[in-house]
């Protein structure tokens, strides 16, 4: 795995150089979790600053299940009412959808790619990653990576 510890820019060369030495399939599904676990971060984070605790935050975000469910809570706690979609753009949603649906079917074993799609697919995700972390940063100031903190600015 990869420690939340690490800077984000080692953290996502770790995601390169697993590229090199596992599948296609295994970086992959790597890759979604990270995307993932990056936004669910910064929806636990969200909910901080509207005002629960952060054990509330952990645990209701943590009773999501799957992507579609955070896309359907996050315009509950965006500071301006909007949804996932909007804050990580069309583009961004669209590739983590897919990627999702791809991770899914691999992971409970109901379909599976050959190597050479989960290898291809590959680049784009990780692209949306570095950008939709880079757009959490620059809306919220966090991107689910280091350093969360309460209403009053307070490390956690």
């Known amino acids: 795995m990869i420690p939340v510890k690490w800077r984000y820019k080692r953290a996502r060369a770790r995601l390169d150089e697993i590229q090199e030495w596992s599948t296609p399939a295994e970086a992959y599904v790597l890759a979604v979790f990270f995307t993932e676990k990056i936004i669910r971060r910064t929806l636990v984070q969200l909910v901080i600053w509207k005002g629960r605790t952060a054990g509330d ?30 804050v990580i753009g069309n583009a961004n949603w669209g590739v983590l959808k897919d990627a999702a649906d791809y991770r899914n079917d691999l992971v409970h074993g109901s379909g599976h790619q050959a190597q050479k799609v989960y290898r291809k697919q590959l680049p784009p995700l990780l692209a949306a990653l570095d950008d939709i972390k880079s757009k959490l940063s620059t809306e919220y100031g966090y991107s689910g990576w280091k350093g969360m903190k309460d209403r009053a600015g307070n490390p956690i």
């Open 57 to 86: 935050a952990f645990e209701t975000v943590k009773k999501l299940k799957g992507i579609w469910a955070v896309k359907k809570t996050w315009n509950k706690y965006d500071i301006k009412g909007r949804s996932l979609e909007v």
